[in-house]
């Protein structure tokens, strides 16, 4: 891996942890409010909104994935495989560290949106008992009452476009690499060059 590649793994892989923790510490702000009750509004029992559960999902994995992936640039970085077998593990694992930030980040972008979008939004006709809220919503929805979790829960949902924009991004530039290290390793076959598990190598011309 040339340094170019390593450092624009880092780079990348820098931004989505980065970007994680704010979803993570912004969609907890659901819970925070839950517990003190400002102004002595109480959450509406009714909701059954599970967007901020799912949003701290994704910020704890997205925590996890990053720094899995850090350290497994590091070791690619200081040549630790001294096997094929471990050399072909970290490869795999790399690879579906890289896929999982993707996948998960658009898979919570694409849902967070549409319940989003299919709740019912303030003014509320009192006749209509169709839909449902959700805690952003609804905090949208008091006038000042719940504003600072209307701000955070808004901005929640929109950091995940970049962070999901960011994933991509470092999922292509992982996969890229997962091949590029993966012809390597079938030029070297081709070469003659066999290596054993011991970590040696044996010349098989």
């Known amino acids: 891996m040339n340094p170019i590649q390593l450092y624009t793994l880092h780079g990348l892989n820098g931004i989505v942890g980065c970007l994680s923790v704010a ?6 702000t659901v819970f925070y409010y839950d517990s003190q009750q400002y102004y002595g509004v109480p959450l509406p029992v009714d909701i059954r909104d599970a967007t901020p559960i799912l949003l701290m999902w994704a910020g704890v994995h ?5 720094i899995t992936l850090f350290f497994v640039l590091r070791a690619f970085r200081h040549d630790v495989f001294n096997t094929l077998r471990a050399r072909q593990f970290h490869d795999h694992l790399f690879l579906y560290v890289g896929l999982f930030i993707a996948a998960r980040n658009l ?5 967070v949106f549409a319940v989003y979008n299919g ?12 839909g449902y809220l959700t805690f952003e ?25 970049p962070l999901t924009m960011f994933g991509v991004a470092l999922t292509g ?13 079938l030029a070297g076959d081709g070469e003659g060059l066999v290596i054993r598990e011991d970590g040696g190598h044996d010349d098989d011309n």
């Open 23 to 28: 979803v993570l510490a912004l969609a907890s």
């Open 62 to 66: 997205g925590i996890i994935d990053t």
């Open 107 to 111: 898979v919570v972008l694409i849902y």
């Open 119 to 130: 709740a019912k939004h303030f003014p509320l006709d009192s006749r209509d008992h169709s």
């Open 137 to 161: 919503t609804w905090a949208c929805g008091t006038k000042g009452y719940a504003q600072g979790m209307c701000n955070s829960l808004r901005a929640t949902r929109w950091v995940l476009v």
């Open 173 to 185: 530039m992982v996969l890229w690499t997962w091949l590029h290290r993966k012809e390597e390793r």
